[in-house]
């Protein structure tokens, strides 16, 4: 492919490996050419846990693992003129970027030119009716029954490949569709109009499939015996090469695990998508419904024929809202008839709270993964019966004194509850509940600005 640009993901979410980055930059590097270093550290609730964070303290609300990530490969990157784009800015992107400038004069390098992306957070009390008049009825209830945590639309990639043609050499956003953080440099490097759909459809599926880190390059793919992965311990994260005619090339470091083949890309691709011909994102509706994938071996896999239509006239915004406290208490039973024995410590714990909480009760190694919130589900059973389960019992509930109460029964199964009962563990946590709804494009209002220091 001629004029390649090179796309590296380094996380695929908030709490990934931090040991990966530096690969990546020494794969682009051995390579050559231009490229861009991109970190998707922020899930659906990422953000609403940020801003409760902020909330706390003004200086905190973005990455945690934000110095890790970013401290073993910033001077190379800013020495090689590779950009760093991440939604590691959470729900305070402008402490995020002081991080970066502290690490910068850490490193004895320049004063960076480091981009801040706006217009996500739409929490104001201005936009309230706005997101009210889009809700459903059920939603609303749900809305004017509790705290509003967070609001924020997911922005597409213009912001980030302005900012990256102003020459940003760092690009922090908040919440952004997660492909636009690939969009945006391969937009910016190949100066297309913002309406080549075709060209924005397979720049979109580009980083649709970096955004989950790993699991392109054989991670969350793997499967002993069914689908076997070569040294999953040093899996390599991956790398999309593109070029101006929107064809892609994704592939991983040579020198690291897992693998990247027909089947992990097939599996990546569909990951999160509803309708093929219709992946909606901000920027463009992409549609792989014609795709074109060529294992070329060698861990590389060819793919063309992404095709684009117009984008969508509205942006999908998460409502994050006050859920009360979720309680989660878990004891252990081992040996003969331990299944029966949580079975009884079950039958106590419900008549106990029952009147008072909605409980969930889950048997952990029979049945936990298939029940309901209310612990309905198939119940397996072991030939000889189980010799080692693990009950977990939980409830979600307005007040924290009330959600407590599955903590101390639980506790109190060391002496009131059957034999051999031990292990117990507790947590009580705040609960965020998430409503979704479109908001019209013309009530955003998203820009860069350049960061100026601490103000």
């Not at 030119?113 to 209830?141: F, H, N, P, T, W």
């Not at 409830?395 to 002496?415: D, F, G, I, P």
Request: contains cysteine.
């Amino acid at each position: 492919m001629a004029n390649i640009y090179r796309v590296a993901c380094a996380a695929g979410f908030s709490g990934d490996r931090v040991d990966v980055a530096k690969p990546l930059v020494a794969e682009i590097l051995k390579k050559g050419g231009p490229a861009c270093l991109i970190f998707e550290s922020l899930a659906e609730r990422t953000l609403a846990l940020a801003q409760l964070e902020r909330q706390q303290d003004q200086t905190k609300g973005y990455e945690p693992l934000l110095r890790e990530m970013l401290e073993p490969i910033l001077s190379d990157c800013v020495q090689n003129g590779i950009p760093i784009v991440g939604n590691f800015g959470a729900a305070n992107p402008a402490a995020a970027a002081e991080c970066v400038a502290q690490i910068a004069r850490e490193k004895n390098l320049p004063p960076l030119k480091i981009a801040i992306v706006q217009g996500d957070d739409i929490s104001s009390a201005d936009m309230r009716d706005v997101i009210e008049s889009r809700l459903s009825q059920a939603y609303l209830d749900s809305l004017k029954n509790s705290q509003l945590v967070s609001a924020n639309v997911y922005l597409g990639a213009r912001e980030i490949a302005d900012a990256l043609q102003a020459g940003a050499q760092v690009v922090i956003t908040g919440r952004v569709a997660d492909p636009a953080l690939t969009v945006g440099p391969l937009m910016a490097h190949f100066k297309r109009s913002w309406d080549d759909w075709n060209f924005l459809g397979s720049a979109t599926m580009a980083g649709h499939l970096l955004e989950c880190g790993a699991q392109v390059t054989g991670g969350y793919f793997s499967d002993p015996g069914m689908k076997d992965v070569p040294d999953l311990a040093n899996v390599g994260f991956p790398i999309v090469e593109f070029d101006e005619n929107g064809n892609g090339c994704i592939t991983k470091p040579s020198n690291t695990g897992g693998v990247v083949n027909r089947m992990t890309v097939t599996e990546q691709l569909l990951y999160e998508v509803h309708n093929p011909a219709q992946y909606l994102t901000p920027d463009v509706v992409a549609d792989i419904s014609q795709i074109q994938l060529d294992d070329l071996g060698a861990n590389r896999v060819a793919f063309s024929g992404v095709l684009g239509h117009p984008r969508p006239e509205n942006l999908k915004a998460n409502i994050c809202i006050d859920g009360g406290w979720l309680a989660e208490a878990e004891i252990s039973y081992a040996g003969h008839n331990a299944y029966q024995r949580a079975q009884l410590a079950a039958q106590i714990i419900r008549e106990r709270l029952s009147p008072f909480l909605e409980l969930r009760v889950d048997f952990i190694g029979s049945s936990s993964v298939f029940s309901s919130d209310l612990g309905k589900g198939p119940q397996f059973t072991a030939e000889g019966g189980f010799e080692d389960i693990r009950l977990r019992v939980a409830a979600a509930h307005q007040m924290k004194s009330e959600a407590n109460r599955v903590c101390r029964e639980v506790t109190a199964l060391y002496t009131c509850g059957p034999a051999g009962g031990g292990g117990v563990r507790t947590s009580i946590r705040p609960r965020l509940n998430t409503l979704v709804c479109l908001i019209p494009r013309e009530y955003i209002r998203a820009s860069y600005v350049f960061y100026q220091g601490v103000q």
